[in-house]
């Protein structure tokens, strides 16, 4: 939380510019596709198909059809690696494009890329050879199996997919970016981090040209298991929204130097104005609590040097009421409140992805877009209205604590 | 970026050479190996027979000191995060609970959690396939260890609410760069205002089933008969592959000031940081080092210190053919217009490979060469690979002058990461 010290940037630095825009999630898998699924009002919630999901209860939102991508690497160890790459290689693959930034333009040591990675699990069906061939003639596993004959089971390479690194390397080499890089994990709050640390390393002169952003989680058993222990999927008290559900989705933004992105002419999406992060979990420890929440937006608001009146458009980060609470209390200013929209009532809980996909869906939408009544926060039902971007703010707000909230300059904004 | 000092002014460590920062300093200067032949009962017929393993007084130890966690996790990792994190927090002087910690931030890099095969067998119907209905329908059964209920930024929000800790939160997940680049990215919020204090560094455990079978997969674990004690032996020509490790290392960074004005022991000052990829291949890192070599020269520009001016280099170290010489190719490019080569080291020979978590430790022990003017030697170093020829400070300790030194970590995937540590003098302004 910054509350008293210095701005998270130095003042006198570089802006940075948003000149590319990537995303791939259940409303299409392109951004043209995803703005008018949603501006029709379609939600990316449905059946789970791919296999028997009867017993959780619960809708999901996968990507469907994504088109298949060029790389170096065999198609079985793709495989493995799951929809992590697929996802990723097409949002950063769409980023690119979009900020016309063919190969070659930029040196590969000044291509920093950050990104937020969900967690990843094993396909079930990868172990399961080896499981089958450890089982003990009682119950559970016998381990001397197992050593001895069920890991001879397991594709040699399958350690790579569990490596949630190792998508966002693959991303590297085929992309040429050899820059400043990390992976963070797995929560929305790292969709953000990862933003920070791209903007930082631009505006600390350490690139010149940045990609950050975040890939959530597939839809398997194991991460829908997860979602529930996590209490993601509970729906909020009142039934005033519809029950979440998780979103598979990557989304990825190209930052540029604002300087050097006029001078070659790049379209400028937004600035970058603020960010803050906190953490604090509520005391039934099942989220972020409404205080870290509403420091982490405050931070990002001072961090601008704004005032929650400046901002036109919140980007919920989740359904949970905590962080609508949060938003509520600190937009609370009477004249005229920005519009809050909860994106995950469209595409579920995308996790790391939710940051950038909230930012390139928002900086995307036509001017003058009329947003779809059901994908506003539950209190502001009825104040729909036409809308031109200015100021962004947007949270990633993790169920351990973790939040982080960032604030965008749309290009037509004061 | 801001003129801002980090200093550091806490060390936190649970490692196979125990749960004291002197202990285990005191025994990576003698050279004491921690690998071990491996106590994991059901792991009989292993390939892996040897890993750096936290003893098992130790862990009860810890497990004790946070007995919640211990009966409500029980995973190995989260658990030695936590003791390191009191321990770090400690040493720095904080208590538990203290003052307003808005500003306090958690940085770590986390591993990989741990694949329960159990989570899959418990849930087969009678024709040997995974029923996901009744999975769903039992996950108060799904073991309390696994993954599936630890996510890989657990030990971070825990430490975070553990210690009433309230400002930024990361976890950072770039295979064995993890920690470093942690560290780096802790550095530098500090550096530039947006934390007074951060916690920062790396925990890691896969000493159990699937994780031992893990690095066998990949072709790069030590499998050999051995002595375990002689196992891990870096930059040697008999060197078989990485043996891991477990365990934790934290560090508290401290903005110069903040610690000035409570009294605090600042043992260096970390004074440059960076990060690149090898973008080259997914399963080996570039053969001439381009990436690492790059990643030094990078964190020594950021420092503002000339090669001339580092005494000491902790390295990577991983005790593969490939890390060992393209780290050793890299080093040497780096420092080719020096009158010599710094010393390098390789705590990996004694602590075993930590994984996510291996930079943490060996910042530790970085900043405690800084401060002592000690090296800790690279054990069971015999017979040095030919191609391998710089001065590894092989199986004795070393007294001499530490002006700067450099840790390396270098990730699986080709993530790199090099923080520099300089000894600390008290700047303009330091009362």
């Given at each position: 939380?910054?509350?008293?010290?210095?701005?998270?940037?130095?003042v006198?630095?570089?802006?940075?510019?948003?000149?590319?825009?990537?995303?791939?999630?259940?409303?299409?898998n392109?951004?043209?596709?995803?703005?008018?699924?949603?501006?029709?009002?379609?939600?990316g919630a449905?059946?789970?198909?791919?296999?028997?999901?009867?017993?959780?209860?619960?809708?999901?939102?996968?990507?469907?059809?994504?088109?298949?991508?060029?790389?170096?690497?065999?198609?079985q160890?793709?495989?493995?690696m799951g929809?992590?790459?697929?996802?990723?290689?097409?949002?950063?693959?769409e980023?690119?494009?979009?900020?016309?930034?063919?190969?070659?333009?930029?040196a590969?040591?000044?291509?920093?890329?950050?990104?937020?990675?969900?967690?990843?699990?094993?396909?079930?069906?990868?172990?399961l050879?080896?499981?089958?061939?450890?089982?003990?003639?009682?119950?559970?596993?016998?381990?001397?199996?197992?050593?001895l004959?069920?890991?001879?089971e397991?594709?040699?390479?399958?350690?790579?997919?569990?490596?949630?690194?190792v998508a966002?390397?693959?991303?590297?080499?085929?992309?040429?970016?050899?820059?400043e890089?990390a992976?963070?994990?797995?929560?929305?709050?790292?969709?953000?981090?990862?933003?920070?640390?791209?903007?930082?390393?631009?505006?600390e002169?350490?690139?010149k040209?940045?990609?950050?952003?975040?890939?959530?989680?597939?839809?398997?058993?194991?991460?829908?298991?997860?979602?529930?222990?996590?209490?993601?999927l509970?729906?909020?008290?009142?039934?005033?929204?519809p029950?979440?559900?998780?979103?598979?989705?990557?989304?990825?933004?190209v930052?540029?130097?604002?300087?050097?992105?006029?001078?070659r002419?790049?379209?400028?999406?937004?600035?970058?104005?603020g960010?803050?992060?906190?953490?604090?979990?509520?005391?039934?420890?099942?989220?972020?609590s409404?205080q870290?929440?509403?420091?982490?937006?405050?931070?990002?608001l001072?961090d601008?040097g704004?005032?929650?009146?400046?901002?036109?458009?919140?980007?919920?980060?989740?359904?949970?009421?905590?962080?609508?609470?949060?938003?509520?209390n600190?937009?609370?200013?009477g004249?005229?409140?920005?519009?809050?929209?909860?994106?995950?009532?469209?595409?579920g809980?995308?996790?790391?992805?939710?940051?950038?996909?909230?930012?390139?869906?928002?900086?995307?939408?036509p001017?003058?877009?009329?947003?779809?009544?059901?994908?506003?926060?539950?209190?502001?039902?009825?104040?729909?209205?036409?809308?031109?971007?200015?100021r962004?703010?947007?949270?990633?707000?993790?169920?351990?604590?973790?939040?982080?909230?960032?604030?965008?300059?749309?290009?037509?904004?004061? | 970026?801001?003129?801002?000092k980090?200093?550091?002014?806490?060390l936190?460590?649970?490692?196979?050479?125990?749960?004291?920062?002197?202990?285990n300093w005191?025994?990576?200067?003698?050279?004491?190996?921690?690998?071990?032949?491996?106590?994991?009962?059901?792991?009989?017929?292993?390939?892996?027979?040897?890993?750096?393993?936290?003893?098992?007084?130790d862990?009860?130890?810890?497990?004790?000191?946070?007995?919640?966690?211990?009966?409500?996790?029980?995973?190995?990792?989260?658990?030695?995060?936590?003791?390191?994190?009191?321990?770090?927090?400690?040493?720095?002087?904080?208590?538990?609970?203290?003052?307003?910690?808005?500003?306090?931030?958690?940085?770590?890099?986390?591993?990989?959690?741990v694949?329960?095969?159990?989570?899959?067998?418990?849930?087969l119907t009678?024709?040997?396939?995974?029923?996901?209905?009744?999975?769903?329908?039992?996950?108060?059964?799904?073991e309390?260890?696994?993954?599936?209920r630890?996510?890989?930024?657990?030990?971070?929000?825990?430490?975070?609410s553990?210690?009433v800790?309230?400002?930024?939160?990361?976890?950072?997940?770039?295979a064995?760069?993890s920690?470093?680049?942690?560290?780096?990215?802790?550095?530098?919020?500090?550096?530039?205002?947006?934390?007074?204090?951060?916690?920062?560094?790396?925990?890691?455990?896969?000493i159990?089933?699937?994780?031992?079978?893990?690095?066998?997969?990949?072709?790069?674990?030590?499998?050999?008969?051995?002595?375990?004690?002689?196992?891990?032996?870096?930059?040697?020509?008999?060197?078989?592959?990485?043996?891991?490790?477990?365990?934790?290392g934290?560090?508290?960074?401290?903005?110069?000031?903040?610690a000035?004005?409570?009294?605090?022991?600042i043992?260096?000052?970390?004074?440059?940081?960076?990060?690149?990829?090898?973008?080259?291949?997914?399963?080996?890192?570039?053969?001439?080092?381009?990436?690492?070599?790059?990643?030094?020269?990078?964190?020594l520009?950021?420092?503002?210190?000339?090669?001339?001016?580092?005494?000491?280099?902790?390295?990577?170290?991983?005790?593969?053919?490939?890390?060992?010489?393209?780290?050793?190719?890299?080093?040497?490019?780096v420092?080719?217009?020096?009158t010599?080569?710094?010393a390098?080291?390789?705590?990996?020979?004694?602590?075993?490979?930590?994984?996510?978590?291996s930079?943490?430790?060996?910042?530790?022990?970085?900043?405690?060469?800084?401060?002592?003017?000690?090296?800790?030697p690279?054990?069971?170093?015999?017979?040095?690979?030919?191609?391998?020829?710089?001065?590894?400070?092989?199986?004795?300790?070393?007294?001499?002058?530490?002006?700067?030194?450099?840790?390396?970590?270098?990730?699986?995937?080709?993530?790199?990461?090099?923080?520099?540590?300089?000894?600390?003098?008290?700047?303009?302004?330091?009362?």
């Open positions: 939380m910054k509350t008293a010290g210095l701005p998270l940037f130095p006198a630095s570089d802006q940075v510019a948003i000149t590319g825009l990537g995303a791939v999630c259940s409303l299409g392109s951004l043209p596709e995803i703005v008018s699924s949603f501006l029709a009002g379609k939600s449905a059946e789970i198909t791919g296999f028997d999901a009867s017993g959780f209860g619960c809708l999901a939102a996968p990507v469907k059809n994504l088109a298949p991508f060029k790389t170096d690497i065999s198609s160890l793709a495989l493995t929809k992590h790459l697929a996802l990723l290689m097409s949002s950063v693959g980023a690119l494009r979009s900020a016309s930034i063919g190969q070659g333009m930029f590969p040591g000044d291509c920093a890329f950050f990104a937020g990675m969900g967690m990843v699990d094993y396909h079930v069906e990868d172990l050879p080896a499981v089958v061939k450890s089982l003990h003639p009682d119950a559970g596993i016998d381990y001397d199996s197992f050593f004959r069920g890991s001879q397991i594709y040699p390479l399958w350690p790579l997919g569990m490596l949630n690194n966002f390397c693959q991303a590297s080499i085929h992309f040429g970016l050899a820059g890089n992976v963070f994990c797995p929560h929305a709050d790292s969709g953000v981090r990862a933003v920070y640390e791209a903007a930082c390393a631009l505006r002169g350490r690139a040209m940045a990609l950050a952003g975040g890939i959530g989680e597939e839809i398997t058993p194991l991460g829908l298991a997860r979602a529930k222990l996590k209490n993601l509970v729906p909020p008290p009142g039934n005033v929204a029950p979440p559900f998780l979103g598979e989705a990557g989304a990825m933004l930052l540029e130097p604002l300087s050097t992105a006029v001078e002419g790049a379209h400028i999406y937004a600035r970058i104005s960010f803050g992060f906190s953490c604090e979990r509520s005391e039934d420890g099942r989220f972020a409404t870290a929440i509403s420091s982490a937006m405050r931070a990002a001072s601008a704004i005032s929650p009146e400046d901002i036109d458009l919140v980007m919920l980060a989740t359904s949970h009421e905590n962080e609508l609470e949060a938003v509520l600190l937009f609370d200013t004249a005229l409140p920005p519009v809050i929209v909860a994106a995950s009532a469209a595409v809980e995308t996790l790391a992805a939710g940051p950038a996909l909230s930012c390139a869906l928002a900086l995307s939408m001017d003058r877009a009329r947003l779809p009544e059901i994908f506003l926060a539950p209190s502001r039902k009825g104040a729909s209205r036409d809308f031109t971007i200015g962004l703010l947007l949270n990633g707000i993790s169920c351990e604590g973790g939040c982080g909230a960032m604030i965008f300059e749309g290009a037509n904004g004061p | 970026m801001t003129d801002r980090v200093v550091i002014t806490g936190g460590l649970a490692t196979a050479l125990g749960l004291e920062l002197e202990q005191q025994k990576a200067l003698a050279g004491v190996s921690g690998v071990s032949k491996i106590r994991l009962q059901c792991a009989g017929k292993s390939r892996v027979q040897a890993a750096a393993q936290v003893c098992e007084n862990y009860r130890s810890i497990c004790r000191d946070f007995p919640s966690e211990a009966q409500s996790g029980g995973e190995r990792r989260t658990l030695f995060a936590l003791w390191a994190a009191k321990k770090a927090l400690s040493d720095a002087g904080f208590t538990p609970c203290g003052e307003d910690r808005s500003r306090f931030g958690v940085a770590l890099g986390a591993g990989l959690g694949n329960r095969l159990e989570d899959i067998a418990r849930w009678s024709g040997k396939k995974f029923d996901p209905a009744r999975f769903a329908s039992e996950l108060d059964l799904v309390r260890d696994s993954i599936i630890n996510n890989s930024s657990a030990p971070a929000t825990l430490i975070a553990k210690f800790l309230k400002g930024a939160n990361f976890t950072i997940t770039s064995c760069a920690a470093t680049l942690a560290l780096g990215a802790a550095y530098r919020a500090v550096k530039r205002g947006q934390a007074d204090v951060f916690l920062a560094g790396g925990a890691d455990s896969m159990n089933p699937v994780g031992l079978v893990f690095f066998v997969l990949l072709g790069s674990a030590a499998v050999s008969r051995m002595d375990p004690e002689r196992l891990c032996r870096p930059f040697d020509r008999k060197r078989s592959g990485l043996v891991m490790g477990e365990g934790a934290m560090a508290v960074l401290e903005e110069e000031h903040h000035l004005a409570r009294g605090a022991r043992y260096a000052e970390v004074a440059g940081f960076a990060s690149t990829m090898d973008a080259w291949r997914l399963t080996a890192p570039h053969p001439e080092g381009r990436g690492a070599k790059e990643c030094m020269s990078l964190a520009a950021d420092s503002k210190i000339a090669p001339e001016g580092i005494d000491y280099i902790n390295a990577h170290g991983t005790s593969t053919k490939l890390n060992d010489l393209a780290e050793t190719i890299a080093i040497k490019k420092f080719e217009n020096c010599s080569y710094p390098v080291s390789s705590s990996k020979s004694l602590i075993g490979h930590l994984l996510a978590g930079g943490g430790p060996e910042f530790a022990f970085t900043a405690l060469s800084v401060a002592q003017n000690r090296i800790h690279t054990i069971n170093l015999s017979s040095p690979d030919p191609k391998c020829d710089l001065d590894y400070v092989p199986d004795v300790s070393r007294q001499r002058v530490v002006r700067a030194a450099l840790s390396n970590s270098f990730g699986f995937g080709g993530q790199n990461a090099t923080i520099v540590v300089k000894k600390y003098f008290a700047g303009p302004g330091a009362r």
